[in-house]
């Protein structure tokens, strides 16, 4: 250090040659040269020590690469098998250095699909309510799948998430794209799963009997990924800001035919940057590597069992349903689909309604309001006992045993009292 400011200070106050300098100070002129080349001063600087941890750092980079989320705990186990000797904390500060590097590549990183591999699917909530009738509004829900190929998408919209509502969602987003991939990518919904997540999913038995005739593969997502379907997440998005803005809707069915029809005429005919095409020119193309639906098409309808209520009614949902008098108690089966609900027992047909989405509303046959007032009124003379009964004939017992003649008449038969309508009686019956 000191060596290095005199041969500055030498060199540049005194304006001393190399030669001179190195005379002066007992050093070499090499030694000059290479003091006067640094521009700071030397210092001593120890050796870098190898880490414990070096000979596996290769081992951490490709557990990251593979899954930039693993835990640093689940690395150290794996390390420990390959004879690593140390504990967590050196570890956690390796991975916590190295993982934002492979993280952010997974996050750039674009995933292709062959066409008719994969489609993705889930709800899409818009957070708007539209009329149902009767002055009621309910809030509406969009299930969305796409073709992550071609950018295609469909939704078919309803006013709920249950099972009874994406059964035949599915089936009315794959009429729409003309066929179906080989696998569909889902979420965690518990409209599609019974119990478990991820891969310890167990979908509804009616969702693996639906995929079973659909002859599609069903891929449950593990919890907190949905990048890795986030062509339906980016579709959701584009729905949100290019169909929504604008619009208003008189009804569901409005709003399923203005969805269509923007489809068809806005996003299918826009410039895809990631499919390097339009979307109905690409979707052309990967129509053709889709499986044929069946046919005839699954049955998607729901089915219930409920009983029938004292004034002849049956609740489905949130509404009334009437059925044909004289079945009060009995427990009758229900198909229930996004358009009708039908009524039956013991597979023989009792009503059809059109399905209410009003809350609290009550739907009534005109043959079954007839039956309902025709039977209230009945009850209602009963229970006055204003019941008009027609006047008995009394005359017919005396042709039976003659009038006249010299058998008991009805009239002297009743002044006899009841033993006398006995005997009046048995004496008809001998002269027939």
């Known amino acids: 250090m000191h060596d290095w400011a005199e041969v500055h200070r030498l060199h540049q106050r005194e304006q001393l040659s190399k030669s001179a300098i190195a005379e002066r100070l007992g050093m070499t002129r090499h030694t ?48 420990q098998h390959r004879g690593f000797p140390g504990r967590i904390t050196i570890v956690k500060e390796a ?20 066409p008719g591999e994969i489609g993705h699917a889930d709800w899409w909530e818009p957070r708007i309510r539209i009329p149902v009738g009767k002055g ?22 309803s006013h709920s998430k249950t099972l009874a509502d994406i059964r ?18 889902v979420d965690n919904d518990p409209s599609i799963v019974a ?4 891969r310890t999913a167990k979908v509804h038995d009616e969702i693996a009997a639906l995929f079973g005739h659909l002859g599609a593969k069903l891929i449950v997502l593990e919890p907190g990924r ?26 569901l069915q409005d709003l399923q035919d203005q969805h269509d029809r923007w489809a068809a005429e806005i996003a299918y005919r826009r410039h895809h940057r990631r499919v390097g095409a339009k979307v109905a020119e690409a979707w ?9 639906l069946p046919d005839p098409l699954p049955d998607t309808d729901a089915r219930l069992e409920v009983r029938v209520s004292k004034d002849s009614f049956i609740r489905v949902g949130a509404a009334d349903y009437s059925v044909p008098p004289g079945l009060a108690g009995r427990r009758v089966q229900v198909r229930l689909s996004p358009e009708a609900v039908v009524v039956a027992v013991d597979g023989t047909e009792l009503a059809r309604h059109a399905r209410s989405f009003v809350p609290a509303d009550v739907v009534i046959a005109p043959p079954h309001a007839r039956a309902l007032r025709l039977a209230r009124e009945a009850r209602g003379r009963l229970q006055d006992g204003d019941v008009a009964l027609p006047q008995v004939d009394l005359s017919r017992y005396d042709r039976l045993v003659g009038v006249g003649s ?14 006398g309508l006995v005997v009046a009686g048995l004496a008809a019956e001998g002269l027939r």
């Open 32 to 79: 000059v040269a290479r003091l006067l080349a640094r521009s700071e001063p030397p210092c001593y600087v120890r050796a870098p020590k190898g880490s414990m941890l070096d000979p596996y750092r290769q081992d951490i980079a490709a557990m990251l690469d593979e899954d930039a989320s693993v835990p640093a705990t689940v690395i150290l186990q794996h390390l």
């Open 95 to 114: 991975v916590a250095k190295m993982r934002p590097h492979f993280a952010l590549a997974q996050a750039r990183q674009r995933t292709t699909y062959l």
């Open 136 to 157: 009621a509004t309910r809030w509406v829900y969009g299930f969305v799948a796409t073709l992550p190929h071609s950018a295609a998408h469909a939704a078919v919209f």
């Open 168 to 185: 035949p969602a599915f089936v009315g987003c794959f009429r729409r794209l003309g066929g179906i991939p080989e696998a569909v990518v």
């Open 195 to 198: 119990t478990g997540k991820g």
């Open 226 to 251: 949905p990048q890795s379907k986030g062509q339906v997440e980016r579709t959701n998005g584009y729905l949100e800001t290019s169909f929504l803005p604008l619009r208003s809707f008189t009804s």
């Open 284 to 292: 052309a193309v990967e129509k053709g590597f889709l499986q044929a």
């Open 406 to 419: 010299s058998g008991p008449s009805v009239e002297d038969a009743t002044e006899n009292g009841p033993e």
